[in-house]
C-alpha cells in the first residue's frame, strides 16, 4: 500500500506537469504549498521523534540532512524548489546529474519508512505531497523538452520507486538506526521547506498569496496531528 502510495505521488505529479506545465504559478503554488505541509510535519513530528532519542548529539545528523540536500542540489539544480531549465545547455542535466540528485534524495526519504507502523502516516504524507510539486516540475521540464520518449519514462519510474527501494532496504537496519535516518531526513525537510517559503520576494514585498498558501500547507498538516493521524 504504501509503495503504491509513493509511486501514485509521481504518476500524478508527472501527469499534471505534461498538462498543466506551461502554468508555472500553478507549480509554484503546489510547491508553497507543500513546503507549508512539510515544515509542519517536520517541527510537529520529525523532530519530537528525533529530539526523545537518548543520542544526545542527534542534532548533528540533523545538520548533516542539511548539508546532504545542499550537495545533491548542486546536482538538481534547484528542481526542488520549482527551479526550471529549459536552456539547451540544460539537457545533459535530466540523463545524469538530476536523475541521480533527485533519485538519492528520494532514496534516503525512504528509509524511516520501513519501520512506520501506520499506512497513512505524518511521514509518509510529507512525503505524498512533496512528491506532487517535484514530479509537476519534473513533468512541465519533459513535457517543454517534448520528451516524453520510453527513455524519459524510464527516468520517472527511476524517480518513482526510488522511495520505495529505500524503504526496502530500511528493512534490513536495525530499528534502533531509524532514528538516525529520520534526523537527516528532517535536515533535508527543513532546507528544501524553508528555501521554498523564505525565498525572496520581489522588491520585499509581503506576498499575501504565498503567506496564504503556507498557511494552508500547515493547516493540512496541523489536522493531522490533531485527528491523530500519528
Known amino acids: 500500500m504504501i509503495i503504491l502510495l509513493l509511486i501514485l505521488s509521481v504518476l500524478i505529479g508527472v501527469f499534471l506537469g505534461k498538462y498543466f506545465g506551461s502554468k508555472q504559478?500553478?507549480?509554484?503554488?503546489?510547491?508553497?504549498?507543500?513546503?507549508?505541509?512539510?515544515?509542519?510535519?517536520?517541527?510537529?513530528?520529525?523532530?519530537?521523534q528525533v529530539?526523545?532519542?537518548?543520542?544526545?548529539?542527534?542534532?548533528?545528523?540533523?545538520?548533516?540532512?542539511?548539508?546532504?540536500?545542499?550537495l545533491l542540489e548542486n546536482l538538481t539544480k534547484g528542481f526542488e524548489?520549482?527551479?526550471?531549465?529549459?536552456?539547451?545547455?540544460?539537457?545533459?542535466?535530466?540523463p545524469v546529474a538530476l536523475i541521480v540528485g533527485l533519485f538519492v534524495h528520494a532514496f534516503i526519504e525512504g528509509i524511516p519508512l520501513s519501520h512506520e507502523k501506520q499506512v497513512l502516516s505524518p511521514y509518509l504524507l510529507g512525503i505524498l505531497f512533496h512528491n506532487v510539486p517535484i514530479s509537476f516540475?519534473?513533468?512541465?521540464?519533459?513535457?517543454?523538452?517534448?520528451?516524453?520518449?520510453?527513455?524519459?519514462?524510464?527516468?520517472?519510474?527511476?524517480?518513482?520507486?526510488?522511495?520505495?527501494?529505500?524503504?526496502?532496504?530500511?528493512?534490513?537496519?536495525?530499528?534502533?538506526?531509524?532514528?538516525y535516518f529520520l534526523a537527516i531526513v528532517g535536515g533535508i525537510f527543513l532546507h528544501i521547506s524553508s528555501v521554498i517559503i523564505f525565498e525572496s520576494n520581489k522588491n520585499h514585498k509581503m506576498d499575501w498569496q504565498k503567506i496564504i498558501l503556507v498557511i494552508c500547507g500547515v493547516s493540512l498538516a496541523l489536522m493531522g496531528h490533531f485527528f491523530h493521524l500519528h
Not at 526523545?52 to 540536500?69: C, K
Open 25 to 48: 504559478q500553478l507549480a509554484k503554488s503546489l510547491l508553497i504549498l507543500s513546503a507549508g505541509f512539510l515544515i509542519t510535519i517536520c517541527l510537529n513530528e520529525v523532530f519530537p
Open 81 to 94: 524548489h520549482g527551479h526550471l531549465h529549459h536552456h539547451s545547455d540544460d539537457h545533459a542535466i535530466i
Open 137 to 179: 516540475v519534473l513533468g512541465s521540464f519533459l513535457a517543454h523538452s517534448k520528451n516524453f520518449s520510453p527513455k524519459f519514462w524510464l527516468i520517472v519510474m527511476f524517480f518513482a520507486l526510488a522511495s520505495p527501494l529505500g524503504m526496502l532496504l530500511g528493512k534490513y537496519f536495525d530499528e534502533d538506526l531509524k532514528v
Open 51 to 70: 529530539y526523545n532519542s537518548d543520542n544526545h548529539n542527534i542534532g548533528v545528523y540533523v545538520i548533516l540532512g542539511v548539508l546532504v540536500q545542499m
